[in-house]
């Protein structure tokens, strides 16, 4: 099969190895037809400037997923005048790796490599671990051959991923991928240009996990990334329900301020954590929307109150978060305007401030009902091992 004859056109993100891939690419002639663009984000500062972040870990099916989210949205962008239709021949790929750094490397280093691709609907996750016994060239042509094959696998091919002979005893290739729904795919097919307009009419996708009717004009929203869902969301979740007697609804904005948007793997494993509470009382439905900003959510739901902690307070209602006074000015007339209120609970360590002039929109949960354990996300994510 080649390439190039097929209707695919990518944006490649590779770094710590597979740098080949590009050679591969463009040296048979041909190669505009399929690559659209290709970076090295070869230092860890590069690499925290393409996905928004600083990761726990450079190599890693996470990270690497970041990488493809990135590289899809970047071929959005270099594809914007085309129609929206076509969007669908677009994806993302991206390795990163950890190969062999020669004598001196430390004892017990891993190698690894990761390939990721994101497309419209779908994200893919290649891992491979990687025997001892190899030279860098050795694992550098590996790595180059897993990304060409994961290029060929998604424009079509339906081939075993590398030849057996360059796989040793104990190694293989773990794959995994998550899809989503034509009507969630399309929040994200548009280009940043579009995307970043104040104009945006906002989509809104609703998950019901009870199977039965629960109102779509929700009053209480508990917004947040939930990555994953634990304890603490849990507790003011049921605070809020028992507090102001209404279901509880969750709401998860796929896309984010300065990094890319959430890829569908990790999406899965958000709204699986959600999941697990579909028994409970206080839970009403699931929304996916494209409004990381609070301004926005104000315009999709009215007439609600948000759940917040002590963090956020802090972050929303300061100036110095926004580019000046009127700002905010501006923000807290519409949050007034659109009925807008915010249920604020405390965090463990975080003083909490909360102005005079603010206070017909705040209500603060006292002490002695709740204060935030001081766990975080990024803890239980580790605890849990989650990529």
Same mark, same amino acid.
């Given at each position: 099969?080649? @390439?190039?004859?097929?209707?695919?056109?990518?944006?490649?993100?590779?770094?710590?190895?597979?740098?080949?891939?590009?050679?591969?690419?463009?040296?048979?002639?041909?190669?505009?037809?399929?690559?659209?663009?290709?970076?090295?984000?070869?230092?860890?500062?590069?690499?925290?400037?393409?996905?928004?972040?600083?990761?726990?870990?450079?190599?890693?099916?996470?990270?690497?997923?970041?990488?493809?989210?990135?590289?899809?949205?970047?071929?959005?962008?270099?594809? *914007?005048?085309? *129609?929206?239709?076509?969007?669908?021949?677009?994806? #993302?790929?991206?390795?990163?790796? !950890?190969?062999?750094?020669?004598?001196?490397? &430390?004892?017990?280093?891993?190698?690894? @490599?990761?390939?990721?691709?994101?497309? /419209?609907?779908?994200? %893919? %996750?290649?891992?491979?671990?990687?025997?001892?016994?190899?030279?860098?060239?050795?694992?550098?042509?590996?790595?180059?051959?897993?990304?060409?094959?994961?290029?060929?696998?998604?424009?079509?091919?339906?081939? *075993?991923?590398?030849?057996?002979?360059?796989?040793?005893?104990?190694?293989?290739?773990?794959?995994r991928e998550a899809s989503v729904s034509e009507e969630i795919a399309q929040m994200l097919a548009r280009p940043d240009?579009?995307?970043? &307009?104040?104009?945006? !009419?906002?989509?809104? /996708?609703?998950?019901?996990?009870?199977?039965?009717? %629960?109102?779509?004009?929700?009053?209480?929203?508990?917004? #947040?990334?939930?990555?994953?869902?634990?304890?603490?969301?849990?507790?003011?979740?049921?605070?809020?329900?028992?507090?102001?007697?209404?279901?509880?609804?969750?709401?998860?904005?796929?896309?984010?301020?300065?990094?890319?948007?959430?890829?569908?793997?990790?999406?899965?494993?958000?709204?699986?954590?959600?999941?697990?509470?579909?028994?409970?009382?206080?839970?009403?439905?699931?929304?996916?929307?494209?409004?990381?900003?609070?301004?926005?959510?104000?315009?999709?739901?009215?007439?609600?109150? /948000?759940?917040?902690?002590?963090?956020?307070?802090?972050?929303?209602?300061?100036?110095?978060?926004?580019?000046?006074?009127?700002?905010?000015?501006?923000?807290?007339?519409?949050? &007034?305007?659109?009925?807008?209120?915010?249920?604020?609970?405390?965090?463990?360590? %975080?003083?909490?401030?909360?102005?005079?002039e603010i206070s017909d929109l705040c209500e603060i949960v006292p002490l002695e009902d709740y204060e935030d354990n001081?766990?975080?996300?990024?803890?239980?994510?580790?605890?849990?091992?989650?990529?």
């Amino acid at each position: 099969m080649h @390439i190039h004859d097929q209707p695919c056109r990518i944006v490649l993100a590779i770094t710590g190895g597979g740098a080949g891939t590009i050679e591969q690419l463009l040296k048979y002639g041909g190669g505009s037809a399929t690559l659209l663009e290709a970076t090295v984000p070869y230092s860890s500062k590069a690499l925290d400037d393409l996905i928004g972040r600083k990761p726990d870990k450079y190599a890693s099916p996470m990270t690497v997923r970041a990488m493809a989210m990135a590289a899809y949205r970047r071929s959005l962008s270099l594809s *914007e005048d085309d *129609e929206l239709i076509r969007n669908k021949d677009l994806m #993302g790929l991206a390795a990163s790796c !950890k190969l062999s750094t020669g004598s001196d490397e &430390r004892e017990g280093r891993e190698h690894e @490599i990761y390939v990721a691709v994101q497309s /419209f609907d779908r994200t %893919v %996750v290649r891992s491979l671990r990687l025997g001892k016994a190899r030279s860098r060239q050795e694992e550098e042509h590996i790595a180059t051959c897993m990304v060409i094959d994961s290029i060929a696998k998604e424009c079509g091919w339906d081939g *075993e991923m590398l030849p057996d002979r360059l796989l040793g005893d104990g190694e293989f290739i773990k794959e995994r991928e998550a899809s989503v729904s034509e009507e969630i795919a399309q929040m994200l097919a548009r280009p940043d240009s579009i995307m970043k &307009r104040p104009d945006l !009419k906002h989509d809104v /996708f609703r998950l019901n996990l009870k199977g039965e009717e %629960v109102a779509d004009k929700p009053e209480i929203i508990f917004s #947040g990334s939930f990555n994953p869902c634990h304890r603490n969301h849990i507790v003011m979740a049921e605070q809020a329900f028992w507090k102001l007697g209404k279901k509880v609804h969750f709401e998860i904005s796929v896309t984010n301020v300065d990094k890319p948007p959430i890829d569908f793997i990790s999406l899965q494993e958000r709204l699986d954590s959600l999941k697990e509470y579909r028994d409970k009382d206080f839970l009403g439905n699931i929304y996916l929307t494209v409004a990381p900003l609070f301004i926005q959510k104000a315009q999709i739901f009215e007439n609600t109150t /948000f759940i917040i902690g002590a963090d956020t307070a802090n972050r929303l209602f300061k100036v110095r978060y926004y580019r000046n006074e009127d700002d905010m000015k501006n923000m807290l007339t519409e949050f &007034r305007e659109k009925n807008i209120h915010f249920l604020v609970f405390r965090r463990k360590d %975080v003083e909490l401030r909360i102005e005079t002039e603010i206070s017909d929109l705040c209500e603060i949960v006292p002490l002695e009902d709740y204060e935030d354990n001081g766990i975080s996300s990024s803890a239980i994510r580790k605890e849990m091992d989650i990529e």
